[in-house]
């Protein structure tokens, strides 16, 4: 009888095992404005979209256009509605904010170029050739990550005055492979806490540590057990280390190390585990450099991973 009470513990400690080892985990799809298309939802900012308001499309009825083209049903089916219901003040890098949001240092009043079949797009931020500039993407998580980030970032890079889709361009020498290092945009992004976490766990803001692909991908440290800039590791805060190559209408991803309480990045910072609601702030700088005009809009950015299903 001992014994088989005693298969029957060990079979309920493995099964245990077995379901934390494989925790039902869901993907999720983040970008600017309610995920899902319902407009006026807490958290919700569809500011600057062309066709998003509600004499046109009802809340709730039905998926923007927009998202119907900067998102495919694959991705689609990954999104949620935003949960941040205080849509408190965010101290975003540069002003506060409120709810999600997405801001450039130009007029955000020009037409998506990456749009060739001319679906009601968004209008975009345009940056023109040898002009400095910045574009910032405030975004809540929709889910508690369990797992590693992409950072999935697609603006327009166009010839100067060109407008035709199939002649985009990469910030590259012409007829050469050398990159236009001088050219290219910086990125940071930190992580804020959301309401759920002001609540519970409330941490100070900290910047993202990303990978470098391909690599090692084993997370390098200094003697006191704090991250470090390396071969592997790259603490996203605007730096030349964090040059971004964008290319024509394509992505361009930035992987992510999934932050972990008490771990200090290579800024000084303390990391925290990354709660449902939190606001990601991804900011991007342009040099003056740049050869190309580059269009960016609110769905430039999307946050991209896996989550705890039974968070918010």
């Not at 999307?302 to 968070?311: A, H, V």
Request: aromatic share 10%; charged share 15%.
């Amino acid at each position: 009888m001992t014994r088989h009470v005693t298969k029957l513990a060990a079979l309920f400690a493995a099964t245990a095992l077995a379901g934390t080892a494989y925790a039902g985990q869901e993907p999720y799809v983040a970008t600017v404005c309610d995920d899902t298309g319902q407009v006026g939802l807490p958290g919700t900012w569809c500011g600057g979209f062309a066709g998003n308001n509600t004499s046109t499309n009802p809340v709730g009825v039905y998926p923007f256009a927009l998202q119907q083209f900067y998102m495919s049903a694959k991705e689609y089916q990954f999104t949620h509605l935003n949960n941040d219901p205080a849509w408190a003040p965010v101290p975003s890098l540069a002003t506060f904010a409120k709810g999600e949001t997405f801001s450039a240092s130009t007029a955000i009043n020009s037409p998506d170029w990456c749009d060739y079949y001319g679906y009601p797009s968004n209008t975009t931020a345009r940056l023109k050739a040898k002009n400095s500039g910045v574009y910032e993407w405030t975004i809540v998580l929709p889910k508690k990550p369990e797992g590693n980030l992409n950072l999935a970032i697609q603006c327009g890079v166009f010839k100067p005055e060109e407008t035709d889709v199939m002649f985009c361009q990469e910030l590259t020498l012409p007829g050469v492979s050398n990159i236009v290092v001088a050219g290219l945009p910086t990125i940071t992004a930190r992580a804020f806490p959301g309401y759920y976490t002001r609540q519970f766990n409330n941490y100070t803001p900290f910047n993202l540590t990303a990978y470098r692909t391909p690599s090692t991908m084993a997370a390098a440290f200094d003697a006191n057990g704090a991250l470090t800039n390396s071969a592997v590791n790259q603490v996203l805060n605007g730096g030349t280390a964090t040059r971004m190559p964008l290319k024509a209408c394509l992505t361009e991803t930035i992987f992510i190390k999934q932050p972990v309480t008490g771990q200090v990045n290579a800024l000084g910072q303390t990391e925290s585990d990354l709660e449902s609601g939190d606001y990601i702030i991804v900011r991007m700088d342009v040099p003056r450099g740049h050869t190309m005009d580059l269009y960016c809009h609110a769905q430039s950015v999307k946050i991209q991973g896996i989550g705890d299903p039974l968070s918010l």
